[in-house]
C-alpha cells in the first residue's frame, strides 16, 4: 500500500479544522467534569455552567459590538439563526431585497415565505467577484419593502461586500437589515453598530474556531417585539406559565442549550484574541495563503480564479474552474492523491453561478483557509493542481 499522504484541510468556509487545543479541552473538561444543562438547575455544576454561558454571550457581544449581551441569541447553527431571523421577522405581503451572492439559507427561507406568506424577494444581480453593487440595492427598493438580507462575504468567492454602504441605503429607507456573516465572523471585523445592523446571523464553527452545532444571533435591543418566536418550549424561567416568555434571550431559547459547544466557542474566541484577531482584514496568514495560491493559481495555465481582483477585500476563500477537469472530479483525486481536501459544486449558493459563469461546469473547486494552514499546504496544491492539468 503507498504511504498515505499528509492531510491537507482546506475546506475551513464549510467548518474549520483544526479547533484550538484550548478549544477541545474545554469541551473534554466540560463533558468530563461538569456536563449539567444551562438555566435549568440550583446545584453547584448546573450554576457554574449557567456562569460560564452568561460570560461566553457577554465575550461574542463584544465581538460584534453589541451593548447588551442579551441581545446575542444561541442557535443550533448559521441556517437555523437565519431561519429564526426571516420567518420570525416577516409578515404577509412584506418584500425583500436580498442577493445573488447568497447561501440558500437565506434563499430557501424567502422561498418559502413566498409560498406560504406571499411575501415577495428581488435578487440583486452580483459581478464577476460576486461583489454587489450598493446602488443595484437601492433601485430595488419598493414602497413595501422591509428587509434587506445581505450576506457580508460571499461562501464561493470570499468577496467582502460594501457592507457599509448597504447599511446607509437601509437606514435612509428605514428598512431593517439583516447580514449573514457565516464567512466573516472570525476573519475580519463585525461591528453591529456600523453600520447599524437589525439582525447579525453567524456560525460558531467557521472563523470562530468553535466546534459544529452552534451558531448565533445578534437581535437588536427592541426589535423582539416585531420577530417572532420561531420555535417555542421550556426555558428553564416562568416554568409555571405556558406563555412563551418575552424576556431576552429565553424568547428564542427553547429546549436544552448545546452547553459543549458554547464552551468552546468561549475558548475559541479567547484564542482569537490571544492572536490580535479579528481587528485586521483578514487574519493576516490566511489572507497571505490566500493570496500565495492566487497567484500561483494564474501562472498555471487555463485555470481560471474566480475574482479575486485587488481593488476588493476577501476573506480567505478562493474558488477556480480547472481546464479539462469537473470540480467534483478534481476534489476526489486531490484528496484521494494528495491528501488535499477541498469543496466542489455549487457551495449551497444557486444564483451566484450564473454572474461567475461557472453553472456550465458544475460549479467552481473551492479551497478555504483557517489559522492552522501552513505555506507548504499552498505550495503542494499548486503543485498538485499543475501536474492535474498537465494529465487532463
Ligand atoms: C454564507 C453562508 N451562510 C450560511 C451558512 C450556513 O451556516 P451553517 O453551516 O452554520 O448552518 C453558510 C455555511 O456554509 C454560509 O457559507
Redesign the pocket.
Known amino acids: 500500500m503507498p504511504p498515505q499522504p499528509r492531510r491537507i484541510y482546506l475546506d475551513n ?3 474549520s479544522w483544526p479547533k484550538p487545543p484550548a478549544v477541545v479541552e474545554r469541551v473534554h473538561r466540560y463533558l468530563a467534569e461538569n456536563g449539567a444543562p444551562a438555566g435549568r438547575g440550583a446545584y453547584r455544576e448546573a450554576l457554574e455552567v449557567e456562569s460560564a454561558v452568561r460570560s461566553v454571550r457577554s465575550s461574542v457581544a463584544r465581538l460584534i459590538g453589541a451593548d447588551q449581551p442579551e441581545s446575542l441569541v444561541f442557535t ?7 431561519n429564526l431571523a426571516l420567518h420570525g421577522i416577516l409578515r404577509e405581503g412584506d418584500h425583500v431585497v436580498t442577493t445573488a ?6 434563499l430557501r427561507p424567502l422561498m418559502f415565505e413566498r409560498q406560504m406568506r406571499n411575501v415577495q424577494f428581488d435578487v440583486v444581480p452580483c459581478d464577476g467577484d460576486g461583489w454587489v453593487d450598493p446602488n443595484a440595492v437601492a433601485a430595488a427598493i419598493q414602497p413595501e419593502t422591509r428587509l434587506i438580507a445581505v ?5 464561493v468567492t470570499g468577496v467582502v461586500q460594501p457592507l457599509a454602504e448597504i447599511g446607509r441605503i437601509a437606514q435612509e429607507h428605514d428598512i431593517l437589515l439583516l447580514v ?4 466573516t465572523l472570525g476573519h475580519i471585523e463585525v461591528d453591529v453598530r456600523q453600520p447599524v445592523v437589525d439582525l447579525l ?6 472563523g470562530l474556531l468553535g466546534i ?1 452545532g ?2 448565533i444571533l445578534y437581535v437588536r435591543p427592541g426589535l423582539e417585539s416585531q420577530l417572532a418566536p420561531w420555535r417555542q418550549g421550556g426555558t428553564g424561567t416562568q416554568s409555571d406559565q405556558i406563555r412563551q416568555p418575552a424576556e431576552m434571550p429565553h424568547r428564542y431559547e427553547s429546549g436544552n442549550l448545546n452547553v459543549p459547544a458554547i464552551l468552546g466557542l468561549g475558548a475559541a474566541i479567547e484564542f482569537l484574541q490571544d492572536s490580535g484577531l479579528p481587528k485586521q482584514p483578514c487574519p493576516a496568514d490566511d489572507r497571505r495563503l490566500a493570496q500565495r495560491l492566487v497567484e500561483g493559481l494564474r501562472a498555471i495555465q487555463g485555470v481560471r480564479v474566480i475574482g479575486h481582483r485587488s481593488n476588493r477585500t476577501f476573506v480567505p476563500v478562493v474558488s477556480i474552474t480547472l481546464p479539462g477537469w469537473r470540480p467534483a472530479d478534481a476534489a476526489a483525486v486531490l484528496d484521494a492523491q494528495f491528501g488535499i481536501q477541498v469543496r466542489a459544486g455549487f ?3 444557486p444564483l451566484i453561478h450564473g454572474p461567475l459563469a461557472t453553472r456550465e461546469e458544475a460549479g467552481t473547486l473551492r479551497f478555504s483557509f483557517g489559522p492552522f494552514n501552513t505555506p507548504d499546504d499552498v505550495e503542494v496544491t499548486l503543485d498538485a493542481l499543475s501536474q492535474m492539468v498537465s494529465q487532463a
Open positions: 468556509a464549510a467548518t443550533a447553527n448559521g441556517t437555523d439563526s437565519l451572492a447568497e447561501h440558500n439559507s437565506v450576506t457580508h462575504a460571499s461562501n449573514d456573516a457565516a464567512q446571523a453567524g456560525s460558531a464553527h467557521k459544529l452552534l451558531g457551495h449551497c449558493a
